[in-house]
Nanobody, 112 residues
Framework: VQLQASGGGSVQAGGSLRLICTAS????????MGWYRQAPGKDREMVAH???????DYADSVKGRFTVSRDNAKKTVTLEMANLKPEDTAVYFC???????WGRGTQVTVSS
């Protein structure tokens, strides 16, 4: 299984970014997907999960600013990030949270 995340980069506070995860996973449509992040010196934390029916859960810190979606036909999971804050700076990982597969991560840097 390969999870390839793309779309990271550097933005100023208040800006937006879109992360896309492309999965080589035959059971993608029946697999819960997720985005996690890890900031320097901190533990990895959940950002968002999206279930097989498109139901989503978010960390309190990103609610109202981030939106997760999935396209089962394309086997992609998208994380739309708006109103970014410096504390959102981290490496973002795509994952199958209940199956244990992780992508390599993509860096998001938000400057004040």
């Amino acid at each position: 299984v390969q999870l390839q995340a793309s779309g990271g980069g550097s933005v100023q506070a208040g800006g937006s970014l879109r992360l896309i995860c492309t999965a080589s996973l035959s059971a993608f449509a029946t697999t819960t997907m997720g985005w996690y992040r890890q900031a320097p010196g901190k533990d990895r934390e959940m950002v968002a999960h999206i279930g097989t029916r498109g139901n989503a859960d978010y960390a309190d810190s990103v609610k109202g600013r981030f939106t997760v979606s999935r396209d089962n036909a394309k086997k992609t999971v998208t994380l739309e990030m708006a109103n970014l804050k410096p504390e959102d700076t981290a490496v973002y990982f795509c994952t199958t949270p209940f199956r244990g597969f992780w992508g390599r991560g993509t860096q998001v840097t938000v400057s004040s």
